[in-house]
C-alpha cells in the first residue's frame, strides 16, 4: 500500500479569500501537481521523495488546460484607463457627528476626512474625472487637492436626499464614461486594491458594490419592537461604496425611479429596481463610514496600523 503524505511549510504570505473565484480543494497549482504526480514532501524542508504511485498526464494536463483559461479570463476582462467617472458626494450635514461643519471636512491628522477618497481616486489610472458634490464653499479644498493629477475635476449641488445628489453628480459625468463609480467622502479608508476589483466586476456585471459579510446576529422586529424572526446571516451583507454602475443602467434606473416617484437608500438599488443583477464584491471591514466621534477614533486607529495601505493626503 502506497500512502502519500503532504506537509506543507508555513505560508509566508497571507491568504484572502476571493468571493469572485471561490477555491476548490487543493486550488494552490503546486500541491494538486504533487498529488498527481505521486510526489511526497515528508517535511517542512520539504525533502522530495518519489511513490510509485503513476502520475496522471491527462489530469495534469486538465489542470494546465483550467489554469490557462483563468489567466486569460483575467487579462481579457480589465478596466481600461481614463475610463470611469468617480461622482464623490460630500454634500451632507454630519448632523450626527455634533460638529460645527459636515462631517466630511473634520480634519483626520490634519486633513480634511474627504480628501483621503479623493487622493486614492486621483491616484488611479482607470480614473479619467472626479465630480465632487459639494456646497459651493468647500470648492476650494478639492481645487488645491487636484495638484500633480491628471485626473479632471467638476462639481455638482447636492440634492435634498442623497438619490439627487447622485442624479446631480451624473448630469454632469462625461457621455463616453464606461463606468460611474459613485462614493461616500465620509468613507476615507477605502483601498484602491478594493477599488480595482469593484470596478472589474462592475465593467463584467453592469453594477457591484463592496461590501462585508455581516459578523453579527440580526433579528426582524415588529411594531412592538418584538421578534418577529432571525435572519440567516450567512445569506446577509454589509453594504459599502464605491457602488459601480455602467452609465446606460443609472440613466435607466434615473429616469424609472423618477418616473415612480421613488425612493431608494443606495445606489445600486435603483439597478434592482430595473431587475437587473448587481454582483456584491468582498471588501475590507475597515472601510468604515465615519459618522460619530467614535468613528472618527477608529479610523485613526486603522490610519496608525494601515498606513501603507492607504493613499495619503499627508506623510504620517
Known amino acids: 500500500m502506497v500512502v ?12 484572502r479569500r476571493r468571493l469572485s473565484s471561490p477555491s476548490p480543494p487543493f486550488s494552490f497549482p503546486i500541491i494538486r501537481k504533487l498529488l498527481n504526480t505521486g510526489i511526497t514532501a515528508q517535511n517542512a524542508k520539504s525533502r522530495v521523495t518519489l511513490c510509485s504511485v503513476q ?19 483575467e487579462e481579457s476582462v480589465s478596466v481600461r484607463e481614463r475610463s470611469v467617472s468617480v461622482v464623490l458626494l460630500a454634500g451632507g450635514q454630519g448632523k450626527r457627528m455634533g460638529a460645527t461643519m459636515p462631517k466630511q471636512y473634520l480634519p483626520l491628522f490634519g486633513q480634511p476626512i474627504a480628501l483621503y477618497s479623493f487622493h486614492t481616486f486621483a491616484h488611479m489610472l482607470q480614473v479619467k474625472e ?11 479644498i478639492f481645487q488645491d487637492a487636484i495638484g500633480h493629477y491628471q485626473t479632471q475635476l467638476k462639481f455638482a449641488l447636492p440634492g435634498k436626499e442623497r438619490q439627487d445628489s447622485v442624479y446631480n453628480g451624473f448630469q ?8 460611474v463609480c459613485i462614493h461616500d467622502s465620509a468613507r476615507p479608508l477605502v483601498l484602491s486594491a478594493d477599488v480595482k476589483k469593484v470596478l472589474k466586476d462592475g465593467l463584467v456585471n453592469g453594477a457591484a458594490v463592496l461590501g462585508v459579510p455581516v459578523k453579527a446576529t440580526i433579528k426582524e422586529a415588529n411594531s412592538e419592537s418584538f ?21 446606460e443602467l443609472l440613466r435607466k434606473g434615473f429616469e424609472l425611479i423618477n418616473r415612480e416617484g421613488l425612493e431608494v437608500t443606495d445606489d445600486v438599488s435603483i439597478v434592482e429596481h430595473l431587475k437587473q443583477p448587481v454582483y456584491i464584491t468582498e471588501g475590507s471591514y475597515t472601510n468604515i463610514k465615519v459618522t460619530t466621534p467614535d468613528d472618527m477614533l477608529l479610523a485613526e486607529r486603522i490610519l496608525n496600523i494601515n498606513s501603507e495601505d492607504v493613499v495619503l493626503p499627508i506623510h504620517l
Request: aromatic share 8%; net charge negative; hydrophobic share 30%.
Open 172 to 179: 454632469a459625468v462625461d457621455p463616453n464614461s464606461e463606468l
Open 130 to 140: 472626479i465630480v465632487v458634490v459639494c456646497d459651493p464653499s468647500y470648492h476650494e
Open 4 to 15: 502519500i503524505a503532504f506537509q506543507a511549510p508555513p505560508f509566508p504570505f497571507p491568504i
Open 55 to 73: 502520475p496522471n498526464p491527462q489530469r495534469l494536463q486538465e489542470e494546465e488546460e483550467e489554469e490557462e483559461e483563468e489567466e486569460e479570463e
Open 227 to 247: 421578534v418577529v424572526k432571525t435572519l440567516d446571516r450567512k445569506t446577509l451583507w454589509e453594504m459599502q461604496t464605491p457602488q459601480i454602475i455602467k452609465p
